[in-house]
């Protein structure tokens, strides 16, 4: 087996060995099942660091036959091949290794679920198939088909393993997102079918060369171009989310399992960036073009609405889902300025997010577990009884809201220094909602550790001191975090903290392909 595929389908062993485990044998089942995150995550690691030492990635493509669609010998022998295809760049390099770190320690931090673990870990496992396959495919088809993989897994994951109103969010999800795969299928069909191709690099190579265009199996006008951009930029909009399609979003943060919603705000809300990038300007330059001033608005219109409906949230997870839309807006205000600068802040603040949305919801997932609530209103004083908690949580809001030396400044700089270059008027008016942030989450993570201790909370926070009656000395203590929380929350904070100071990390492996996106966009 091949780099490619063996990163990606690594994680497929782990599931074959859980099937034939126990479903009471817990130990085993977390054992594996993390352990099955681990080769991919090492593999991830090696071709960073590999592309960091100048090693070509194209050296780790991968193409064979799969299924012929039609055999038409007066067309080339690539027409209506469709080819199991792998490849990476720089760009779908960064989200592998991210999609891979997260992985294991959402895996790690899976020792939270208490029932039916052994279909809990196949299904994530699953999800990291589909995850690790989507950046890794280098043809529509396969992209497909590991889009509609996490599709069904998170939508089993939010269903079986989620709160009270588990149902409702996995049908929220699967109709959105369904619709929005619906809505991207139809235009990779349209592609094929004028192409002859579902290669990423032969469709850039029709869509650009005026030779190959003339070429064309059915030529595409121009209003075709805009419609099958517009399609494209509508799929994707529903997975960021964009406003006013956020609604699915809120729900699935709240309802799934909090090691879920790690992968969910740190992963796949990210192939919406990938793909408007990869496919809306990859594909479609000059379309997109007419294009970035809507994007520009509506990446406004999502930061100042999500934050604004953050500050008026009471319980911790609405306001990070808020918060989530919030900053998705920031990716679309980079890719709207449609510069370097804006481009590469979308890609740094999709990463950024990702870490510190995962961060967050790991802490989120240990105050379920140890109080029971994340109501801001039910919760204070947690830094005398759970100061190590308190001080992870506090550098988590800090990099919510972008403070210098943190992952999150680094995106948000770089996303408006673009947007200022080009739109200064709509950039001022985005940049609100960077105040707003510093508002929503300084103000719920301060009530949480150093607020007024909650009468109700106080006997379990070993408080009350020596008045305790008999009832409160038998009710369980909280404890702070452990090892087993504390080192994947140790891991969030270094990353977070190493791409907030050294931002190069991430420039580096994007040079080549901002350079070729650039060339594209005649900039």
Same mark, same amino acid.
Request: aromatic share 10%; glycine share 10%; no cysteine.
């Given at each position: 087996?091949?780099?490619?595929?063996?990163?990606?389908?690594?994680?497929?062993?782990?599931?074959?060995?859980?099937?034939?485990?126990?479903?009471?044998?817990?130990?085993?089942?977390?054992?594996?099942?993390?352990?099955?995150?681990?080769?991919?995550?090492?593999?991830?690691?090696?071709?960073?660091?590999?592309?960091?030492?100048?090693?070509?990635?194209?050296?780790?493509?991968?193409?064979?036959?799969?299924?012929?669609?039609?055999?038409?010998?007066?067309?080339?022998?690539?027409?209506?091949?469709?080819?199991?295809?792998?490849?990476?760049?720089?760009?779908?390099?960064?989200?592998?290794?991210?999609?891979?770190?997260?992985?294991?320690?959402?895996?790690?931090?899976?020792?939270?679920?208490?029932?039916?673990?052994?279909?809990?870990?196949?299904?994530?496992?699953?999800?990291? @198939?589909?995850?690790?396959?989507?950046?890794?495919?280098?043809?529509?088809?396969?992209?497909?088909?590991?889009?509609?993989?996490?599709?069904?897994?998170?939508?089993?994951?939010?269903?079986?393993?989620?709160?009270?109103?588990?149902?409702? /969010?996995?049908?929220?999800?699967?109709?959105?997102?369904?619709?929005?795969?619906?809505?991207?299928?139809?235009? @990779?069909?349209?592609?094929?079918?004028?192409?002859? *191709?579902?290669?990423?690099?032969?469709?850039?190579?029709?869509?650009?060369?005026?030779?190959?265009?003339?070429?064309?199996?059915?030529?595409? *006008?121009?209003?075709?171009?805009?419609?099958?951009?517009?399609?494209?930029?509508?799929?994707?909009?529903?997975? &960021?989310?964009?406003?006013?399609?956020?609604?699915?979003?809120?729900?699935?943060?709240?309802?799934?399992?909090?090691?879920?919603?790690?992968?969910?705000?740190?992963?796949?809300?990210?192939?919406?960036?990938?793909?408007? @990038?990869?496919?809306?300007?990859?594909?479609?330059?000059?379309?997109?073009?007419?294009?970035?001033?809507?994007?520009?608005?509506?990446?406004?219109?999502?930061?100042?609405?999500?934050?604004?409906?953050?500050?008026?949230?009471?319980?911790?997870?609405?306001?990070?889902?808020?918060?989530?839309?919030?900053?998705?807006?920031?990716?679309?205000?980079?890719?709207?300025?449609?510069?370097?600068?804006?481009?590469?802040?979308?890609?740094?603040?999709?990463?950024?997010?990702?870490?510190?949305?995962?961060?967050?919801?790991?802490?989120?997932?240990? &105050?379920?577990?140890?109080?029971?609530?994340?109501?801001?209103?039910?919760?204070?004083?947690? /830094?005398? /009884?759970?100061? @190590?908690?308190?001080?992870?949580?506090?550098?988590?809001?800090?990099?919510?809201?972008?403070?210098?030396?943190?992952?999150?400044?680094?995106?948000?700089?770089?996303?408006?220094?673009?947007?200022?270059?080009?739109?200064?008027?709509?950039?001022?008016?985005?940049?609100?909602?960077?105040?707003?942030?510093?508002?929503?989450?300084?103000?719920?993570?301060?009530?949480? *550790?150093?607020?007024?201790?909650?009468?109700?909370?106080?006997? *379990?926070?070993?408080?009350?001191?020596?008045?305790?009656?008999?009832?409160?000395?038998?009710?369980?203590?909280?404890?702070?975090?452990?090892?087993?929380?504390?080192?994947?929350?140790?891991?969030?904070?270094?990353?977070?903290?190493?791409?907030?100071?050294?931002?190069?990390?991430?420039?580096?492996?994007?040079?080549?392909?901002?350079?070729?996106?650039?060339?594209?966009?005649?900039?």
């Amino acid at each position: 087996m091949s780099f490619l595929s063996l990163l990606v389908f690594s994680p497929l062993l782990g599931i074959i060995l859980l099937a034939f485990v126990r479903r009471t044998d817990t130990k085993t089942i977390q054992w594996l099942g993390t352990a099955a995150t681990v080769p991919p995550l090492l593999l991830a690691l090696f071709a960073f660091i590999q592309s960091g030492s100048g090693f070509r990635l194209e050296q780790l493509d991968e193409s064979y036959d799969w299924v012929r669609l039609a055999n038409l010998p007066f067309f080339t022998d690539a027409a209506y091949v469709i080819r199991y295809e792998l490849g990476i760049d720089g760009l779908s390099l960064l989200f592998i290794v991210l999609t891979a770190v997260l992985g294991t320690l959402a895996a790690v931090a899976s020792l939270l679920i208490k029932v039916e673990k052994k279909g809990y870990f196949m299904w994530l496992l699953a999800l990291e @198939i589909g995850m690790l396959g989507v950046f890794a495919a280098a043809n529509f088809i396969w992209f497909f088909l590991f889009l509609e993989v996490t599709l069904v897994a998170m939508f089993l994951l939010v269903g079986k393993w989620g709160g009270f109103e588990r149902e409702r /969010a996995a049908y929220g999800y699967l109709l959105y997102n369904g619709l929005g795969s619906a809505l991207l299928l139809v235009v @990779i069909a349209v592609l094929v079918a004028r192409t002859g *191709t579902a290669n990423f690099a032969l469709l850039h190579e029709t869509l650009h060369n005026p030779v190959a265009e003339g070429q064309l199996i059915a030529p595409l *006008t121009a209003e075709a171009r805009y419609w099958l951009l517009g399609g494209l930029l509508l799929a994707f909009a529903v997975k &960021l989310p964009a406003v006013p399609l956020h609604r699915w979003l809120v729900r699935v943060h709240v309802e799934a399992p909090p090691p879920v919603v790690m992968l969910h705000a740190g992963v796949l809300l990210k192939i919406a960036t990938y793909g408007m @990038i990869r496919f809306g300007i990859g594909l479609f330059p000059d379309e997109f073009r007419a294009f970035a001033g809507a994007i520009a608005v509506l990446g406004v219109i999502n930061i100042l609405y999500g934050a604004l409906l953050a500050l008026r949230q009471r319980e911790l997870k609405h306001v990070l889902a808020y918060s989530s839309v919030s900053h998705m807006g920031v990716v679309l205000v980079g890719l709207g300025a449609l510069n370097e600068a804006g481009i590469q802040g979308a890609v740094f603040q999709s990463v950024a997010h990702g870490l510190i949305a995962a961060l967050s919801f790991l802490l989120v997932g240990v &105050l379920a577990n140890r109080i029971g609530t994340t109501d801001i209103h039910r919760l204070g004083g947690l /830094a005398k /009884a759970m100061p @190590i908690f308190s001080g992870y949580l506090l550098t988590a809001a800090l990099a919510l809201l972008g403070l210098p030396g943190l992952a999150g400044f680094v995106g948000e700089l770089t996303a408006f220094l673009g947007l200022f270059e080009t739109k200064p008027a709509l950039a001022a008016a985005g940049a609100l909602g960077l105040i707003f942030a510093a508002v929503y989450s300084l103000r719920a993570i301060l009530d949480i *550790t150093f607020g007024h201790t909650r009468e109700r909370y106080e006997s *379990t926070l070993g408080l009350r001191g020596s008045k305790e009656s008999a009832a409160s000395v038998s009710e369980p203590r909280v404890i702070d975090l452990q090892a087993k929380e504390a080192v994947p929350a140790f891991v969030l904070v270094a990353l977070i903290v190493a791409v907030g100071v050294y931002p190069q990390l991430l420039a580096e492996p994007l040079a080549t392909v901002l350079e070729t996106m650039m060339n594209g966009l005649g900039g």
